[in-house]
């Protein structure tokens, strides 16, 4: 998979709106399928909000895909300083704890996300790999050369959030 050139120009001005909706305390408004974490710039230290697509919840965390992968700026910022504060929906929870999933239950996750979310997906996979159609075989080909990561916010007794 070749990793996407990261936005710029409308693309990237669409990608700030769940910013600041967050920053408005009006986060709710995504309903579950957006939440926001805060992180420091890793050189700069200047503080980041980005807003993250919820591919599914289970089991008190949320995946995400990175889009860009390694390369993304927040995952960069994250692997280099952590999680500030995550803020889903009218919650804000003071850190969280992420790992990036191995393969196998990286497809587990894009096939639960198909499942649960099918038009999302069948529009949103093929943007992520090039031909994507569904199959196993592609869907343990993005599993293996993508990047998704699991947050866990910090203190969270929230139980399941098994909700989308």
């Known amino acids: 998979m070749t ?6 120009g409308l693309t990237k001005l669409g990608f700030k709106i769940p910013m600041w909706l967050y920053r408005a305390h009006l986060g709710f408004l995504f ?24 591919l599914i919840r289970r089991d008190g965390e949320l995946f995400v895909f990175s889009a860009w992968g390694t390369r993304a700026d927040w ?18 929870y003071p850190g969280a704890t992420f790992r990036v999933l191995e393969p196998d239950e990286a497809d587990n996750v894009i ?19 090039e031909g994507y159609d569904g199959s196993e075989a592609n869907r343990r080909r993005l599993a293996e050369d993508g990047t998704i990561v699991a947050f866990r916010p910090a203190e969270s007794d ?4 098994d909700r989308s």
């Open 3 to 8: 990793a996407k050139a990261p936005p710029s």
């Open 31 to 54: 309903g579950g399928r957006v939440f926001a974490v805060v992180h420091h710039g890793r050189k700069s230290g200047k503080r980041y909000v980005s807003g993250l697509e919820v």
């Open 75 to 92: 995952f960069r910022n994250i692997e280099a300083g952590g999680v500030d504060e995550l803020w889903d929906g009218r919650e804000r």
């Open 111 to 129: 096939a639960a996300y198909e499942q649960q979310h099918p038009r999302t997906a069948a529009r949103t996979l093929p943007r992520m790999l």
């Open 158 to 161: 929230r139980g399941s959030t």
